[in-house]
Every structure is written in C-alpha cells, then in structure tokens.
C-alpha cells in the first residue's frame, strides 16, 4: 500500500563538509516540537544541540494541561509508535484517561489524557538530559548563520555561534510575539518570557513569507475558591487506556498516578450581558490584534459574539496537577481587561468565590506560511533550514509533537546524507497533517481533526504501532524493543482471530460472524468463552480486533482506493511546467497553482480552488511534459 516517496523532495544537495562542525543539528526551541525534533534526530545518531533560553521550561505545557482528543490523541499515538515519548510521557504523568467518542465507530475513537503538568515537564526533561547524543544550552537564538544559501548554524543572543548544517526551529508562540489583556500589552510568547525578534528578522531576509496569527488562554482560578459540590463531576474511564503501546506490555504499571475527576459548569446570560458591554475592550474587537485566532478554539468573548442565540457554553475545570491548587478554566479563554474577567467569571455556577491565580491573554506572533515547506518540513529556498510546530501556522501540543519528529528526523536523515523520510496521506494522520500544510495558506491556526483524513478507517488510534513502527525502524527511529512488542501484539491478534473463526456460539454461527454486528463485542466474548479469555488481551489489542472485524468490507474498499489514487499521488509535476500559462484550467486554478507549486498532481487535487476538471487537465498537461522528456 505504501507509495516511496522521491527522494530528491529538498531542490540543494545534500551537504558537503561545512568547515567547522559542532553539531550535525541545531534545534531552536525546547517546546513538544524541539523536544520530539531533538530526540528524533538523536535516535539516528546525530549529534544534537538544543538551544532554549529557559532549561527550566523543557516540554513546558503552555496552555492546558492536556494531551490528545478528537484527531489528536491519533497524532500523539503515531508520535508514540515512531519512537517519540509524548505518549509515554503522558501514561507516566496521566491524572485522568478518556476515550472519547465511543459511541460511535472505532475509525473517529480518540484518547485524551489530563496530565500533571509539572510531573509532565519534569518527565520530558529528564529524558531530554538523559538522552545520548543531545547537548542543552541555555540561551536564546538571534540570528541563522547563512552561507551561499545555504544554513550553517544560529548565532546566540550572548554572541556565540553553534555551527551545523542543519537547522530545525521550533520556536512557538514566541517569534515578535505580543500579548494583550484588554488595553494592556507586553512583549512576550508566554506569561513571564519575552519575545524572539532576530530569528524574525533573518526569516524575513531570507525572503520567506512571514504572517500573524493569534492563539489565546484563559484565567487560572485557585482550587479552594471553586465551589466544587455545585458543579458535575466528569470522570476518566474505569479501565483506562495508555497512550504508549509500551504501557501495555505484561509487567507495566499503568496508570501510575492517582486518578483525579475534573467538574463542568455553564456559562448564562449574566455572563454574556457583561462580555457584551464589555466586547469594545477585547483587543480583537478593537483593532489592536490583526492575526487571526483558532476558528475551532474561540476566545469566549467570540462565542458569545458569534452565537448570540446560545443561552449558555460549556466550561470544563482541569485540575493542573495532584500538589497544585491552580485549576485551568477549560473553555474560557479571553483576552478581556482583568475586572471584566472577574467580573464575569463569578457568574457562573460554582466560581462566585473564583480568586484568579493568573488571568486569560492573548498572543499575536510571526508564523512563516507553510507553502514555503517541502514534504521533509525543510524550507525550499534555504538547504538545512526545518521548520516544525506553530512557527508553520498550527496549533496544539501534538500537531507540533509530530511536526518536531518529522523535522527533526529529515534533518538528521539531510545532515548524514540520507534519503529523507515522508509519510504519505493513506499511512498517518501525521502524513495528512504535513501534507495539507504544505500545500496550504492558512489563514488561522491549523488544528488537527478526524475528518480531514480520508483514510480514517486505515488510520485509527488502535493500529498507531502496526502502520508507523515498522516503517520507522527502517531509518532507526524504532528500536528492537518497539518491533518485538508488535509483533507480540500482532499475534494476539491473530489468536484472536483464529479463536473467532473457529469457536462458535450456541446459536452455530462463529464468534467472527456473531463479532460483525454492531451490539457485539469481544468483551462480551471475553466474559462468555474460555476459549477468548484465556488470550488476556490488553484493551488496546482487544480494540483492534474488533475494528479489523467489523470494519473488514469497508477497509477493503479503502484500501482499493488508496491503490488506485497511488498513481496521483506520486506523479510529479515537472517544476518546468509553466503553471501560470496552462491552457483550460480555471484562471484561480492557474493562481493557486503558481502560489503554492504543489508537488504532486494529489497535493494540487487538494488546494482550495482547484476542482476536480482542473486536476484532470493537469494531469494532461503533466502527460505531454513526461512525453516532450
């Protein structure tokens, strides 16, 4: 089903020697995409230099203490199954597992974890001390040390340089970042650092097309000013499931921590009344933000502008960790003047005592268009040069989770001079996350969901490790460990299935014909027959199981299309092709098309504008190029 990439996607060779060497990688950023970019390049035997201004803050949670969810938790299981440790370092700092939408089929089923997030960031950094290969240096970024165009490492805001031919920034929320709450504003990507502004400044005189987006958090309250028996309680699930597949070997302790509730309320009319009167002092509203927010994680003030018709929006209060007393208002973010967010907040059910710890803020920060990106996240016009995480205009731990391993990977892979490494659309969510990125011009945080991958059947949570691992050992991402645990997981299945095909019911019928309808379970099964019980299944094989089963016709055709879009997907489009002068495509086809030089007639097929007879002229087009040779 796999279809290889080309392996000539960066348009510069690869590197020769550099003079002085100091490292084979810089990374930029020790955020989730720094991290997994730093440890990714490591585990392929680079040597690594990761450069933060705070060591303090490594894999530092900047906004909810939470990872995973709807598409997310897809993208934080393949981080997992290609040797990254957001999962692991998720099972090891969990207060609360859920799976969620589990009334519905297994291809849209998500994990999501509320973590510890200081046991989290104390987890992360640990790891990143104790992995081989990988040197921290406590300073801040200011310039890209740019040779015949051609990136030789960064220069520090201390004036020392760290020289590398490859480089992967990783800088989030922080490149010439303001933030505002209400009238107030100050330099600064989070609350208590500053701002990057050299690495903005060497972007923008490398040419690359540099925008502004927003993103937002909302007000900590103080544990023991909540009102907690008014409020519902939400509980984790009582058989938790990891987010590591090596959480479930036989011998792991899992969950390892205290399993905690966290509680939800409403917003009313009280509130919205004094949002309303209030709406001219957000600084979205009155002009002083011009980036665009998350669409799909509103500010509060904009739900209420937006939904006027709306009696009440939900609120979710997250505990951030077992020994803290702060609680992060899930759902309320706003950039609102501090006594307006008092002033609302303690309308609604539960928070009439809330004492605000920290209050919501707004940041606008530089991100650099992802049409400037190949496949390998490496910026086209400058060789060495990677980009992962919100720097590519995304949102969200895990989008830049996969992004850093992808980076940092390529630019390990492009540093050794190896062939680079891409998934493909029908292989990940993280395939489909690089993938519309590259061919897109976002216009607000990208945030990842189910339905933007068309091959979701093929790639569910449950089967993370059996697509992603071993493709991931081909290049040293995976390491034996991770390929002997699947392959004991894969003949659980297969037990599983044999058991199934064989066993039958006091009805006749075989367990697997019983298994494909939908009120069946193997749970059930497991509870029924000595046969099933006897395999122990973990939750996780059990899942897969049941989904090969009853998804088996619907995999089947997905699959038969997979092969049959194959060739679409691959086939090239010459970068001599004269996009802007092709004959009988739309005139906004022919725009799209020389803006954003898609790759691949599949990468063209999915760009805003272009429809589906565009696509089939280009392919003719493409066709009489080969032809012409």
């Not at 103080?222 to 597949?245: C, I, K, M, N, Y």
């Not at 990106?373 to 992962?388: N, R």
């Not at 490790?465 to 071993?470: A, G, V």
């Amino acid at each position: 089903m796999r279809s290889d990439p080309p392996v000539h996607l960066h348009p510069h060779p690869a590197p020769a020697q550099l003079g002085e060497r100091q490292a084979d990688v810089v990374v930029v950023g020790a955020g989730h995409a720094g991290v997994e970019a730093a440890l990714a390049a490591a585990r392929l035997s680079a040597h690594v230099v990761l450069v933060t201004p705070r060591l303090d803050r490594i894999g530092e949670m900047s906004c909810n203490p939470a990872i995973g969810g709807l598409g997310k938790g897809q993208l934080a299981r393949e981080v997992d199954a290609l040797g990254g440790v957001m999962g692991e370092a998720t099972d090891a700092t969990g207060i609360q597992f859920r799976m969620l939408n589990t009334r519905k089929g297994y291809a849209v089923r998500a994990p999501r974890a509320q973590v510890d997030r200081h046991l989290y960031r104390e987890e992360v950094t640990q790891r990143v001390q104790n992995a081989a290969g990988v040197e921290l240096v406590g300073a801040a970024a200011d310039d890209l040390l740019v040779e015949e165009g051609r990136v030789v490492g960064v220069r520090l805001d201390d004036g020392r340089e760290l020289r590398a031919p490859a480089v992967v920034l990783t800088t989030g929320t922080f490149l010439q970042a303001i933030m505002h709450t209400g009238e107030e504003q100050a330099a600064g990507g989070r609350i208590g650092e500053g701002a990057f502004g050299g690495i903005s400044r060497s972007l923008d005189r490398l040419g690359l097309a540099i925008g502004r987006l927003k993103t937002g958090t909302p007000p900590r309250l103080a544990r023991d000013s909540v009102d907690w028996d008014a409020l519902e309680e939400q509980r984790g699930d009582a058989v938790p499931q990891p987010f590591a597949f090596a959480s479930e070997e036989p011998g792991a302790t899992f969950p390892t921590l205290e399993q905690i509730a966290c509680h939800v309320t409403r917003t009313d009319e009280r509130a919205h009344a004094i949002i309303r009167d209030n709406v001219h002092r957000a600084p979205m509203y009155a002009g002083r933000i011009q980036g665009v927010g998350p669409r799909y994680c509103p500010s509060v003030e904009d739900k209420v502008m937006r939904f006027p018709e709306r009696e009440g929006h939900q609120i979710y209060l997250e505990p951030e960790g077992l020994e803290t007393d702060v609680v992060y208002v899930n759902g309320l973010s706003t950039s609102l003047p501090g006594e307006v967010q008092e002033a609302f907040v303690r309308t609604v059910p539960g928070l009439a005592r809330a004492r605000f710890l920290r209050h919501g803020y707004a940041v606008e920060y530089d991100f650099v268009q992802p049409r400037e990106l190949d496949p390998t996240l490496a910026v086209q016009k400058v060789a060495g040069l990677f980009l992962a995480g919100q720097i590519n205009g995304t949102s969200g731990y895990e989008e830049a989770a996969a992004q850093g391993l992808m980076a940092g990977a390529n630019a390990a892979l492009w540093s050794s001079g190896r062939a680079p490494f891409v998934l493909g659309r029908h292989e990940a969510y993280t395939g489909v996350l690089v993938d519309d990125l590259v061919v897109s011009q976002p216009t607000e945080p990208y945030r990842m969901f189910s339905s933007r991958a068309e091959y979701r059947l093929l790639l569910r949570q449950d089967n993370a490790d059996s697509r992603l691992t071993p493709r991931a050992a081909e290049v040293g991402l995976a390491d034996d460990r991770a390929l002997a645990r699947l392959r004991v997981r894969e003949e659980l299945k297969d037990r599983a299935l044999q058991v199934l095909r064989t066993v039958r019911a006091p009805s006749g019928r075989t367990l697997l014909e019983l298994l494909r309808r939908p009120e069946e379970s193997l749970a059930g099964f497991e509870r029924s027959f000595e046969e099933v019980a006897a395999l122990e299944l973990p939750p996780g094989v059990r899942t897969g199981v049941e989904a090969e089963v009853k998804y088996a016709g619907y995999v089947e055709r997905q699959v038969r299309d997979v092969e049959r879009l194959r060739r679409q997907e691959t086939t090239e489009i010459p970068t001599e092709l004269d996009l802007g002068g092709l004959v009988g495509l739309s005139r906004e086809a022919r725009e799209k098309l020389v803006e954003l030089r898609p790759r691949t007639l599949g990468a063209a097929s999915r760009i805003a504008g272009i429809n589906p007879p565009d696509v089939a002229l280009l392919a003719v087009h493409v066709e009489r190029a080969r032809r012409r040779g």
